[in-house]
């Protein structure tokens, strides 16, 4: 029994020592050490031996399990450290190889004309306010100065959920909820980006969702010229110092005296040319005074408090600043078409 301890033991770490892997290393534990193993056959026998062989027989055996069990730990530690160098070198990157060039992303043209236009009129001591796009029907049309009858109200030009509830055919609603909550105490002034949706056939020219930004100034002793000056500012900022403004007459159920407003024509100057159809003019915004019944609904007294608005399509003025002909480009993700619109413009 002692000589075949001593063999298994041989054996044992011979197969140890070639072991060329962990999983191999695992298979030689279990088989020599398990409880299937040789030795633990082997010291099944010493119920035959006298009772002075037993406890050198025993300890003979403890001593062959703990020279195995010594030898296969050191032999995995050795495995371990030569699979982490064998990682560590199929996975060695040359740091003198040149970086791959980095595509970065740049701002969309109608993100970039509402910050544009956005810093302009914070300049101007204007503070953003935003609504919800979801909008009661009271805020969209009875508190701007639209009964139930009006053409506007039509189903077939906005989107209703209910009877009660639509989505915002423009974004006037925020004037309307920023007025209420000033509860009839001036002064306002606001701008109003965002969203807004209309029952309408998507064409080069027309979309069911574009943008919108408004402005809305109420205080006491606002005058149309204040409206003027304000717009005239506007337009020089975006379409350069030398652009010129006309006012002309329009109606708007929410302001009065309402007005279409006009910039001369960067292209040609005001002589002529087929992007102002030889006018000289290119039409651009709507704008007004604020209609008396308008700050009554809101709680301001309209025999103190007067005001102006205006709005403005996002999309149109981008257009025209860029050149664009087809307001479907702004939405289809053209890489070719963003890519025109670089950070460093």
């Known amino acids: 029994m002692q000589e075949r301890l001593k063999e298994l033991q041989a054996e044992a770490l011979e197969k140890v020592g070639s072991a060329a892997d962990l999983r191999e290393l695992n298979e030689i534990r279990v088989a020599y050490l398990g409880k299937k193993g040789p030795i633990t056959e082997v010291l099944k026998g010493m119920g035959k031996l006298s009772a002075e062989e037993r406890p050198k027989m025993g300890a003979l055996a403890n001593e062959v399990r703990d020279r195995i069990s010594g030898k296969i730990e050191e032999k995995q530690i050795q495995l371990e450290e030569e699979a982490v160098?064998?990682?560590?070198?199929?996975?060695?990157?040359?740091?003198?190889?040149?970086?791959?060039?980095?595509?970065t992303g740049n701002r969309h043209a109608l993100t970039r004309i509402v910050e544009e236009i956005e810093d302009l009129f914070i300049g101007m001591g204007y503070t953003i306010a935003e609504g919800p796009e979801?909008?009661?029907?009271?805020?969209?049309f009875e508190a701007l100065n639209l009964p139930k009858d009006h053409p506007a109200r039509d189903m077939q030009d906005s989107f209703y959920i209910t009877d009660e509830i639509l989505l915002r055919t423009q974004t006037s609603p925020v004037q309307a909820r920023t007025m209420e909550k000033h509860h009839g105490k001036g002064p306002v002034k606001i701008i109003c980006p965002g969203k807004v949706y209309r029952r309408d056939n998507d064409d080069a020219t027309h979309s069911h969702q574009f943008m919108q930004i408004e402005g809305l100034v109420v205080d006491e002793h606002i005058r149309m010229t204040d409206?003027?000056?304000?717009?005239?500012?506007?337009a020089k900022k975006m379409f350069g110092e030398e652009r010129e403004i006309r006012l002309r007459p329009s109606f708007f159920p929410f302001t009065e005296p309402s007005v279409e407003m006009d910039i001369s024509c960067y292209k040609c100057g005001g002589h002529g040319c087929n992007l102002c159809k030889h006018t000289g003019w290119i039409e651009i915004l709507g704008a007004g005074m604020v209609h008396p019944a308008v700050l009554e609904m809101s709680g301001f007294d309209s025999k103190k408090y007067t005001g102006f608005a205006f709005g403005m399509g996002v999309e149109r003025i981008a257009m025209l600043k860029y050149g664009i002909d087809d307001i479907r480009h702004f939405y289809t993700n053209d890489i070719r078409f963003l890519k025109q619109f670089s950070t460093n413009e």
């Open 85 to 103: 160098k064998l990682q560590l070198a199929s996975e060695q990157i040359d740091v003198t190889l040149p970086g791959r060039p980095v595509r």
């Open 134 to 140: 979801v909008e009661k029907d009271y805020y969209n």
């Open 227 to 234: 409206l003027k000056g304000t717009l005239q500012v506007f």
